[in-house]
């Protein structure tokens, strides 16, 4: 009997599809606009994607990069909570629904989903990706403004992912504050700019004054040790481009690293990791040397050698973002 594809590979496959029909000098330049608007200040009464061809170049284009940066975070989340699995799951201003397949493709099988966004082209493209998911099939897709005035049902799990960006400063904090009394866990991803870890820290701490806990990427639920505006803690995901990503980015090679910060939290019982792996690791001859965030609330710099074993071999294969010691060393 042959294994189902795993989520990614079939998300990639349905979203070949989406762009059949539309010139793809049209959709480059469909997702050229988007990309500009984004990165500008959006009301929070006009959606951005207004209709279905500027939804299928978006989706496209975005949803492998917002698949791979979330299913990194929940990853993360799994490690520290490795006997938990949400039996519901609500994303909030999720769009096409990419943090829905990232929860699939973290933990299988089916549980009750809701996607809440305000443009309705979104909710219907999503809808019609994720018939190609079985564990998505009876997702609930909801046009609501994401805002003060939003509510939630209780739900395991609340992912909020690329959402702040877009609201003001006001709705960004109801927002939070709703999630962080709805949800046993909440997961918020951000692009990885400056400005991005800022809007994830402030989410971070609002989450732990209401009660949770930081379970990835901090190894402490205590203040971040990073200096603002000296420095600002992100990761990165490899990306496969397609060629609409070659389009639009003009470039050739056949991946692209999505760089994102994020904040996992949750009520549940967690253990975090040791140290994370805040850099990408720096090999060089007879040693790696690696920069941690670590649980004395401290930012650090260890070298790992050869006099050190099998220490220094998983050393070699540390990644940016990995916790620090391997659970197995």
Not at 44 to 52: E, F, M, Q, S, W
Not at 76 to 82: G, L, W
Not at 294 to 321: M, S, V
């Amino acid at each position: 009997m042959t294994a189902p594809a795993p989520p990614s590979e079939t998300l990639r496959t349905a979203l070949a599809g989406l762009l059949d029909g539309l010139p793809p000098k049209q959709a480059a330049q469909a997702v050229d606009r988007l990309i500009a608007n984004y990165r500008g200040t959006t009301p929070t009464d006009a959606p951005i994607l207004r209709d279905r061809a500027d939804v299928a170049a978006y989706a496209a284009y975005r949803m492998p990069a917002t698949f791979e940066a979330v299913h990194a975070a929940l990853e993360a989340f799994a490690e520290a909570t490795p006997d938990w699995t949400p039996t519901s799951h609500t994303d909030v201003g999720g769009g096409t629904g990419a943090a829905t397949w990232a929860v699939t493709a973290t933990w299988p099988g089916d549980r009750a989903v809701t996607v809440l966004d305000w443009s309705d082209p979104a909710l219907a493209l999503g809808r019609e990706i994720a018939t190609a998911n079985p564990a998505l099939r009876d997702t609930h897709w909801q046009r609501t403004r994401i805002g003060k005035d939003l509510t939630l049902p209780a739900t395991d799990l609340v992912t909020v992912s690329y959402v702040l960006n877009e609201l003001t400063p006001a709705d960004r904090t109801a927002l939070v504050d709703t999630a962080a009394a709805s949800a046993q866990t909440v997961v918020i991803v951000e692009a990885g700019t400056p400005a991005g870890y800022t809007r994830v820290i402030e989410a971070r701490d609002r989450l732990i004054a209401a009660g949770f806990r930081v379970a990835a990427p901090c190894p402490h639920s205590a203040a971040c040790p990073i200096v603002p505006g000296e420095d600002w803690c992100h990761f990165s995901a490899r990306v496969s481009r397609s060629s609409l990503h070659r389009q639009v980015k003009g470039g050739s090679l056949p991946y692209e690293d999505e760089k994102f910060s994020y904040v996992a939290a949750t009520r549940l019982p967690a253990t975090p990791a040791s140290a994370r792996v805040i850099r990408r690791p720096q090999i060089r001859k007879g040693q790696v040397l690696l920069d941690l965030c670590e649980p004395d609330e401290q930012l650090t710099r260890r070298t790992i050698t050869k006099r050190h074993g099998d220490l220094y071999k998983a050393a070699r294969d540390a990644a940016w973002g990995d916790g620090w010691p391997p659970a197995d060393e």
